[in-house]
T-cell receptor, first 114, second 111 residues
């Protein structure tokens, strides 16, 4: 089975540019999560979707961040405009329906904002 | 208070040693506990999960949950250099889909 697929794996861009991160969840999983990981703060939940609907976006740091899930097999996380403090590894995870379903993670996008 | 606290380490042990990794959590509601392993430049990978108190064993790995003290542990027997990674504890409360992660403990097993 294919796991969670994220692209790009690495992104280096200049401050002020728009950044779009992409995620394909595991087929059949109905929940999708976006996380940000840094050395200082560990893994932080940004937003999660259930059946393509955003359920909790309280972790989205600012209005510069937005996320969409137009269908069950694709999601994007957009940062516009980007800032150096957005530099981190961004992970997407998905899990299936039912109590006790663990999350499965992609390999992340390593984002560097210069 | 954070939902889950984890000692960041780093922890360095010789090959063959028994490793003990620990977390404490704060919420007393129904929980589901997980341990993830994360290699450098990779995503967290699920190692083990359990609902209940007590021990759950999988090969060299044992997950232990003590709900009375809100303490969860992962033991690694006969540690190998390939176990060198960051280990994250996590738990889920109730029937919602919110997972809480520790900050991870970095482990190095020296050959």
């Amino acid at each position: 089975d294919a796991g969670v697929i994220q692209s790009p794996r690495h992104e280096v861009t200049e401050m002020g540019q728009e950044v779009t991160l992409r995620c394909k969840p595991i087929s059949g999983h109905n929940s999708l999560f976006w996380y940000r990981q840094t050395m200082m703060r560990g893994l932080e939940l940004l937003i999660y979707f259930n059946n393509n609907v955003p359920i909790d976006d309280s972790g989205m740091p600012e209005d510069r961040f937005s996320a969409k899930m137009p269908n069950a097999s694709f999601s994007t996380l957009k940062i516009q405009p980007s800032e150096p403090r957005d530099s981190a590894v961004y992970f997407c995870a998905s899990n299936g329906q039912g109590i006790g379903q663990p999350q499965h993670f992609g390999d992340g996008t390593r984002l560097s904002i210069l | 208070q954070k939902e889950v606290e984890q000692d960041p380490g780093p922890l360095s042990v010789p090959e063959g040693a028994i490793v003990s990794l620990n977390c404490t959590y704060s919420n007393s509601a129904f929980q589901y506990f997980m341990w993830y392993r994360q290699y450098s430049r990779k995503g967290p990978e699920l190692l083990m999960y359990t609902y209940s108190s007590g021990n759950k064993e999988d090969g060299r790995f044992t997950a232990q949950v003590d709900k009375s003290s809100k303490y969860i542990s992962l033991f690694i027997r006969d540690s190998q250099p390939s176990d060198s990674a960051t280990y994250l504890c996590a738990y889920k409360v109730g029937t919602g889909n919110q997972f809480y992660f520790g900050t991870g403990t970095s482990l190095t097993v020296i050959p």
